[in-house]
């Protein structure tokens, strides 16, 4: 989760996986992530266990609008391709945050598949971490 961040939002695959490990971890991230709201954006998943989780009805631009007039902090989206298409195709992504891993696996999602319209971006910052995985921040232009 990003810092600043206090609503991170996920769609089915990544809630399922992090709630398989989150809700059992200690420490301060994990105490975090625990005790604040998680939604979910999902027309496949019913419910949710993952304490403070909330299951969207897969309508995720209305739900994002909705939840961008609430008081809190910023959203973070994570490791979750297809809501980041939806709403960057509505215009609703304040800032495109990129990890790019240095691998290529050869098969799985591409975030911007083949005949996707042009989305203009702007680079704003940049940085390396240690293990060699650039973190590239750019707003829609």
Same mark, same amino acid.
């Given at each position: 989760m990003q810092a600043g961040a206090d609503t991170p939002l996920t769609e089915r695959v990544t809630h399922e996986a992090f709630a398989a490990v989150r809700p059992e971890q200690t420490g301060p991230m994990a105490d975090a992530l625990n005790g604040i709201r998680k939604p979910v954006a999902s027309t496949t998943l019913?419910? +949710?266990h993952w304490n403070s989780t909330t299951v969207t009805?897969?309508?995720v631009i209305t739900f994002l609008k909705d939840l961008k007039q609430q008081p809190g902090g910023n959203i =973070?989206? =994570?490791g979750s391709i297809t809501p980041t298409r939806t709403?960057?195709?509505a215009?609703?992504?304040?800032?495109l945050r990129l990890l &790019?891993?240095?691998? &290529?696996p050869?098969?799985?999602k591409r975030l911007f598949p083949h005949g996707t319209g042009r989305a203009p971006l702007r680079l704003t910052t940049s940085a390396t971490f240690s293990t060699g995985v650039p973190d590239l921040?750019?707003?829609? +232009?």
């Open positions: 019913d419910e +949710a009805d897969g309508d =973070s989206l =994570s709403l960057l195709e215009g609703l992504l304040d800032e &790019v891993h240095p691998l &290529v050869g098969t799985g921040t750019s707003p829609p +232009a």
